[in-house]
């Protein structure tokens, strides 16, 4: 158990759909990062928030959002899902802006049929 | 961001040392290189990071070369359960206070007997 909670850890919904995933960090971390792995693209970096404000941004597409809440936790919302959109999306989290590493969740894998 | 070049595969036999070499010759000079590793689809296990002396833990030591261009990972007594893919990772500043770790497509090692 790394720390990092993610719920759920599967998830089969059909197109057009809109989900939510949850994350809650390890605790004493502020920063939270979501990445999307998917079989061709890799590990990508999506969002990532400190202490509920939004500190830097990757390649989210506007269909997909997130945020951070006053307890820590943070969810992604994607909306209009595609096909194109099954993969695992993993949460990680770290204090000191990163500066000790980033630990990740066991992740959620989602599949848009 | 600072690209990583990592070999596609490598193996080694089981309690030998596994080293796994990374060329990140675009790196600044305040960025860390960082070692993840993803067994099968779990989430990326945080394993060492340095920025640029040499450094030990209770899984893994980092060689970082002087200039800063390229670093080894060592494995000093490989298992059958270090069998993963090694992710060899430049943390990015970003502007606004954010960061965030590029995964490279990282080299798949097999351990076996």
């Known amino acids: 158990d790394s720390g990092v909670t993610q719920t759920p850890k599967h998830l089969i919904t059909a197109t057009g759909q809109r989900v939510t995933l949850r994350c809650s960090p390890r605790?004493?971390?502020?920063?939270v990062y979501w990445y999307q792995q998917s079989l061709d693209q890799g590990l990508q970096f999506l969002i990532q928030y400190y202490n509920g404000e939004e500190r830097a941004k990757g390649n989210i597409l506007e269909r997909f959002s997130a945020q951070q809440f006053p307890d820590l936790h943070s969810e992604l919302n994607l909306s209009s899902l595609e096909l194109g959109d099954s993969a695992l999306y993993f949460c990680?989290?770290?204090?000191?802006?990163?500066?000790?590493?980033?630990?990740f969740g066991s992740g959620t894998r989602l599949t848009v049929v | 961001d600072a690209k990583t070049t990592q070999p596609t595969s490598m193996d080694c036999a089981e309690g030998r040392a596994a080293n796994l070499p990374c060329n990140h010759s675009?790196?600044?000079?305040?960025?860390?290189v960082y070692w993840y590793r993803q067994i099968h689809s779990q989430g990326p296990q945080y394993i060492i990071h340095g920025l640029k002396n040499n450094e030990t833990n209770e899984m893994a030591s980092l060689i970082i070369t002087e200039d800063r261009k390229s670093s080894t990972l060592i494995l000093p007594h490989a298992t059958l359960r270090d069998t993963a893919v090694y992710y060899c990772i430049v943390r990015v500043a970003l502007t606004g206070g954010g960061n965030k770790l590029t995964f490279g497509t990282g080299t798949q090692l097999k351990v076996e007997l």
């Open positions: 990680a989290s770290s204090g000191a802006q990163g500066g000790y590493g980033y630990t």
């Open positions: 605790s004493g971390d502020l920063s």
């Open positions: 675009t790196i600044s000079g305040n960025e860390y």
